[in-house]
Structure formats: C-alpha cells, structure tokens
C-alpha cells in the first residue's frame, strides 16, 4: 500500500518561513519524480516544484528564489524548504511521486499566510 504522507502546514506571517515534509511508503522512492503541488480555493491544483531522480529541480515562477525543494532517499523523504512566504502562497500543499505512468498524491497539509 502506497502511503505519501504530508507534515508542517500551518499558520504563518506574510515574511515568515515553513518547511513541509513527505515521508513515502510502499514505493522505491529513489525510482520516483517527487514533487509538491498546491490547491488554493477556487483555484485549480498547480505545480509548485518537482525533484528528479537525478536531483534535478523545477520550480513555478512565482516561487523561484523563495522555495527550495529537497529529497533524502535514505529515508524516503521530500521536504519543501518555503522562504518568505506570501499571503497568496496560501494553500492546501499536495505531495506527489510518479513514475511512468502511475501517480500517487499524498492528502494534503494547510498553509496558511495572514497577519
């Protein structure tokens, strides 16, 4: 059973910083695309960042410079480092592996950026 599951959201300061985790299970992770998605109300869910398997990263503009993703295989990690956050950074943050053709989604952590 495949298992993404997402910790870190919350509530945050327009400046302030949050670092997301993912712990994956029920995968090869180091096999996996893994990345961080993000679905504010109303909106529809978009790619915020994604990390290879090479270690190769890809950021949506208007995160770049301010968000920094990383994986640890040896612990079936990804972690989404956000820097400066911005009220309309907020969201509900997705994690997300795939491979081929399969795709799976974790459920989900709030973040949340007011004063």
């Known amino acids: 059973q495949v298992q993404l599951v997402e910790s870190g959201g919350g509530l945050v300061q327009p400046g302030g910083s949050l670092r997301l985790s993912c712990v994956a299970s029920g995968i090869i992770f180091g096999r996996h695309v893994m990345g961080w998605y993000r679905q504010a109300p109303g909106k529809q869910r978009e790619l915020v960042t994604n990390?290879?398997?090479?270690?190769?990263?890809n950021y949506a503009d208007s995160v770049k410079g301010r968000f920094t993703i990383s994986r640890d295989n040896a612990k079936n990690t990804v972690y989404l480092q956000m820097n400066s956050l911005k009220p309309e950074d907020t969201a509900v943050y997705y994690c997300n592996a795939w491979r081929a053709t399969v795709t799976y989604w974790g459920q989900g952590t709030q973040v949340t950026v007011s004063s």
């Open positions: 990390v290879d398997t090479n270690g190769r990263t």
